[in-house]
């Protein structure tokens, strides 16, 4: 059984996914910011990799993730850095990024080294699902990592059903078609969510984007299994003079 599923096993609401950017503030602050993310209460971490030209996210993680490669991170760098990651973080870690670095680096490889420093799954927002059905889905899963595809409101019934279908770990429920960071009607996200309730799929539902206080992650949490926050983290923890003081104020004020 894998973390991620150990996890939903054992807990099936108000699961919190963390997004944090690899190597911000600081080049040296990966694993930093994950141990404390655990010990503050975080379920599970979404560690974005860095990327010049991130389509799915908004202005705050864009600038995190310039930052983060100005600071001289990437890809191979990254995995170095989690060589002794599990020494430190127990609980589930998943991979966000995009197709253009991790081809560099080379697909299988990066599935391989990212399974041998105990990265959980993978989050590939442009990789389609076509090309994970014929190509990528196999490597994936070659090396005991889940993967999450995302649905939006404006996704068919169809397309989250087969999604679902594809997915492992959990399915991404995006509150809106847009960035990362945008404001959101809470209640127009909840009548998507009661949809998605009612579609019993069988993979748990985070839903992310807008995600930002106690109040939003609990009205996100009331129709899915958790929810994920990332910009509102980003702003947390860029410009502190003291980065784990940031975190636990941050996460104790989400899970209060």
Do not use: W
Not at 200 to 206: E, G, I, M, Y
Not at 241 to 251: K, V
Request: with cysteine.
């Amino acid at each position: 059984m894998s973390r991620l599923q150990e996890l939903f096993k054992h807990k099936t609401r108000n699961v919190l996914n963390v997004y944090c950017t690899a190597g911000f503030p600081h080049l040296d602050s990966t694993l930093a910011v994950m141990s404390a993310l655990e010990e503050n209460g975080a379920d599970i971490i979404e560690l974005g990799m860095p990327y010049s030209d991130p389509l799915a996210d908004g202005e705050v993680i864009q600038l995190s993730s310039a930052r983060a490669l100005q600071n001289g991170m990437s890809i191979p760098v990254l995995f170095r850095q989690l060589e002794k990651m599990r020494e430190r973080v127990s609980i589930p870690v998943i991979l966000m990024g995009y197709m253009n670095p991790v081809m560099q680096y080379g697909f299988e490889k990066f599935c391989e080294d990212a399974k041998a420093v105990g990265v959980d799954g993978l989050i590939l927002p442009d990789l389609p699902e076509h090309e994970f059905e014929t190509e990528y889905g196999d490597l994936i899963r070659k090396h005991g990592l889940d993967f999450i595809f995302l649905v939006t409101p404006e996704t068919s019934e169809q397309r989250i059903r087969k999604l679902d279908d594809l997915s492992s770990g959990f399915l991404y429920a995006v509150s809106s078609s847009s960035t990362t960071g945008a404001a959101k009607n809470m209640g127009d996200v909840s009548d998507f969510l009661q949809k998605l309730s009612g579609y019993r799929l069988k993979n748990p539902v985070l839903v992310g984007f807008g995600i930002k206080d106690k109040e939003s992650f609990d009205r996100a949490s009331a129709h899915a299994n958790g929810a994920i926050i990332g910009t509102a983290f980003i702003k947390a923890i860029g410009d502190a003079d003291d980065t784990d003081r940031a975190i636990s104020t941050f996460l104790s004020s989400i899970l209060k």
